[in-house]
Each structure stands twice: as structure tokens, then as C-alpha cells.
Nanobody, 118 residues
């Protein structure tokens, strides 16, 4: 199982970015896909999650109303649309996958850096 994250970059506060996570090597119909981030000097934190089958979602309070997670089953790709970005959103963003019954994420992408300037 391989996850490839992309789409990071430098953006001004208030701007938008869309991250992508392409999954390969497995049929992801029963997987939960998540986005996490890690800011410099901080612990990795949960950002958003989507169930591959059904599409139910959940978000960290800090991004609710600004970020949207979605998926394209045909492309085995998960997206994170980030709007109204703030400097505190600056972090390396990681996508991850786990089976529905697992308590932890077994598969991780390599991370993509998002930098939001003030």
C-alpha cells in the first residue's frame, strides 16, 4: 500500500490550497482515510477523516468550516480543500489510511509542506 501526497506550497493568509493523496496497491473500499499535520516543534495532530465507503467525514475543531475532505473512488484519491488559511495552519500535512476495524493508521504518505504567510 502506497500513499502519495501532493499539493502543498506557499500561500498568503486567507488563501486556498488543495492537497491530494493518491492511493495505490489496494482496493480502498473498506478503508478510512485521514489527514494529519505536524507543525514545527509540535506533535502531529488530526485534521480530517473520511470513510471510503459512504463518505462520512469528521474534522478537527480548528479547521471546521474552512477545510473540506473528499474522495474520488475511481481515482483512489482523497483531497483536502483548505480555504481561509491562517499562519497557524503552517505544517507538514500527511495522509494516512487504516481499515475500518483498526484503531490506528497503518499506512502513511510522505507529507507535503504547507506554509501560510501573514
Amino acid at each position: 500500500v502506497q500513499l502519495q501526497a501532493s499539493g502543498g506550497g506557499l500561500v498568503q493568509a486567507g488563501g486556498s490550497l488543495r492537497l491530494s493523496c493518491a492511493a495505490s496497491g489496494r482496493t480502498f473500499s473498506s478503508y478510512v482515510m485521514g489527514w494529519f499535520r505536524q507543525a514545527p516543534g509540535k506533535e502531529r495532530e488530526f485534521v480530517a477523516v473520511i470513510r471510503w465507503s459512504g463518505g462520512s467525514t469528521d474534522y478537527a475543531d480548528s479547521v471546521k468550516g474552512r477545510f473540506t475532505i473528499s474522495r474520488d473512488n475511481a481515482k483512489n484519491t482523497v483531497y483536502l480543500q483548505m480555504n481561509r488559511l491562517k499562519p497557524e495552519d503552517t505544517a507538514v500535512y500527511y495522509c494516512a489510511a487504516r481499515v475500518v476495524t483498526a484503531s490506528s493508521y497503518a499506512y502513511w504518505g510522505q507529507g507535503t509542506l504547507v506554509t501560510v504567510s501573514s
